[in-house]
């Protein structure tokens, strides 16, 4: 079982920067995948990012690419979502989970995911 506990989440002003961070807890955490979401109230939960479980391959949403950047620590158990040039559309609460099977293949079916940490607000607003 994995469990996964997000860190970071704040108030940043347009442009600005912040860092997310992902806690891993379990057994065998290099077997899973870690993707970012985010929600926003009365609407879907959106992929953002993912990295495999070896930490060398990553994923991202087309709304990110460029402005965000995920890393993996594994001797840390900590995966990160490094998120640059932020903007009001950037806010949401943002949550880690936890895809088995090492890669990232499906990362947008959120169905897929079996682990879900409770999220971090993020606001992005002058």
């Known amino acids: 079982q994995l469990q996964l506990v997000e860190s970071g989440g704040g108030l940043v002003q347009p442009g600005g920067s912040l860092r997310l961070s992902c806690a891993l807890s379990g057994f065998t955490l290099d077997y899973y995948a870690i993707g970012w979401f985010r929600q926003v109230p009365g609407r879907e939960r959106e992929a953002v990012s993912c990295?495999?479980?070896?930490?060398?391959?990553?994923e991202y949403a087309d709304s990110v690419k460029g402005r965000f950047a995920i890393s993996r620590d594994n001797a840390k158990n900590a995966v990160y979502l490094q998120m640059y040039s932020l903007k009001p559309e950037d806010t949401a609460v943002y949550y880690c989970?936890?895809?088995?099977?090492?890669?990232?293949?499906?990362?947008?079916?959120?169905?897929?995911?079996?682990?879900w940490g409770p999220g971090t607000q993020v606001t992005v607003d002058p």
């Open positions: 989970a936890g895809l088995g099977g090492r890669d990232c293949s499906g990362y947008l079916r959120e169905e897929l995911y079996a682990y």
């Open positions: 990295v495999t479980g070896s930490g060398g391959s990553a």
